[in-house]
């Protein structure tokens, strides 16, 4: 299974870009999805995730009411929607595949496959 992270890119602050992970080898209805990122000089942090189950989304504080997450069984595609940024959101964008979750979804452990990332910069 590999998954490919895109859409990253430059933005203002208050503005938005729109993440995409796309899955391969497998098809995206077994897996759930979380998207994590990197901060200079942070750890790498939860984001938000969504579980196999339309439906069901969980969200970091930092991000809630800005960020949403969906996805497209049918295109094998996740998506990861970032309005209102702030200069706080520049990182790299990671998504990881999980199939089932035993702990919280934030805990990076039970994440199987991992995309390679792709860049956030948020600057005026």
């Known amino acids: 299974v590999q998954l490919q992270a895109s859409g990253g890119g430059i933005a203002q602050p208050g503005g938005s870009l729109r993440l995409s992970c796309t899955v391969s080898?497998?098809?995206?209805?077994?897996?759930?999805i979380g998207w994590f990122r990197r901060a200079p000089g942070k750890e790498r942090e939860g984001v938000t995730f969504?579980?196999?189950?339309?439906?069901?989304?969980n969200y970091a504080d930092s991000v809630k009411g800005r960020f949403t997450i969906s996805r497209d069984n049918a295109k094998n595609t996740v998506y990861l929607q970032l309005n209102s940024l702030k200069p706080d959101d520049t990182a790299v964008y990671y998504c990881?595949?999980?199939?089932?979750?035993?702990?919280?979804?934030?805990?990076?452990?039970?994440?199987?496959?991992w995309g390679q990332g792709t860049q956030v910069t948020v600057s005026s």
């Open positions: 080898g497998e098809t995206l209805d077994g897996y759930g």
């Open positions: 990881a595949a999980v199939r089932s979750l035993w702990g919280h979804w934030f805990t990076e452990s039970q994440y199987v496959y």
């Open positions: 969504i579980g196999k189950n339309v439906g069901s989304t």
